[in-house]
T-cell receptor, first 114, second 111 residues
Framework: NAGVTQTPKFQVLKTGQSMTLQCAQD?????MSWYRQDPGMGLRLIHY???????DQGEVPNGYNVSRSTTEDFPLRLLSAAPSQTSVYFC?????????????FGPGTRLTVL | GENVEQHPSTLSVQEGDSAVIKCTYS??????FPWYKQELGKRPQLIID?????GEKKDQRIAVTLNKTAKHFSLHITETQPEDSAVYFC??????????FGAGTILRVKS
């Protein structure tokens, strides 16, 4: 099992550009989520999904979109990148729920917005 | 709002000493409290968790205690080793099947 994978590992964008961060898991987990990690602020939940076709907002959803068409994939779209979105992004999955079970994190994507 | 406060933000201990990190949470309905360890440049990984029906849980040198009345929980690491140096995050489950993380504690174990 590859676990949770993310692409790309690094990305530099200019303000206003859009892009999609990819996340995939091969553990047949129903629950998937996206976090951003900023110095001194821990991990903050952006969006999450409890299964294919179902998504919901986390603490900091503004400027991001998600969709969940399959159990395996949960892409995160930045609509119009801003410098405030410079961060490290982690995707995570768990078998039964973000609030009740172990979350397995991907390796992260380091995003810089100029 | 829903939040988790974590203290201290940095902690330096001598090898062999104990380390304690404390967290408080706001949602009285929270019932799941995991701790994650993140080494430099790596992903967070679960090291121990506790549920609300248990007051204490231990796994070798690591233990977690929970006080639901006071809404706080703590991570205890005994006989610290240099490889324990990392950032530790506490988290608490919140309504809506979400997990809210503390801001993290940088633990440095000096040999």
């Amino acid at each position: 099992n590859a676990g949770v994978t993310q692409t790309p590992k690094f990305q530099v964008l200019k303000t206003g550009q859009s892009m999609t961060l990819q996340c995939a898991q091969d553990m047949n987990h129903e629950y998937m989520s996206w976090y951003r990690q900023d110095p001194g602020m821990g991990l903050r939940l952006i969006h999450y999904s409890v299964g294919a076709g179902i998504t919901d907002q986390g603490e900091v959803p503004n400027g991001y979109n998600v969709s969940r068409s399959t159990t395996e994939d949960f892409p995160l779209r930045l609509l119009s990148a801003a410098p405030s979105q410079t961060s490290v992004y982690f995707c995570a999955s768990s078998s039964s729920g973000g609030g009740t079970d172990t979350q397995y994190f991907g390796p992260g994507t380091r995003l810089t917005v100029l | 709002g829903e939040n988790v406060e974590q203290h201290p933000s940095t902690l330096s201990v001598q090898e062999g000493d104990s380390a304690v990190i404390k967290c408080t949470y706001s949602d009285s309905a929270s019932n799941y409290f995991p701790w994650y360890k993140q080494e430099l440049g790596k992903r967070p990984q679960l090291i121990i968790d506790i549920r609300s029906n248990v007051g204490e849980k231990k796994d070798q040198r690591i233990a977690v205690t929970l006080n639901k009345t006071a809404k706080h929980f703590s991570l205890h690491i005994t006989e610290t080793q240099p490889e324990d140096s990392a950032v530790y995050f506490c988290a608490a489950s919140m309504r809506g099947n979400k997990l809210v993380f503390g801001a993290g504690t940088i633990l440095r174990v000096k040999s």
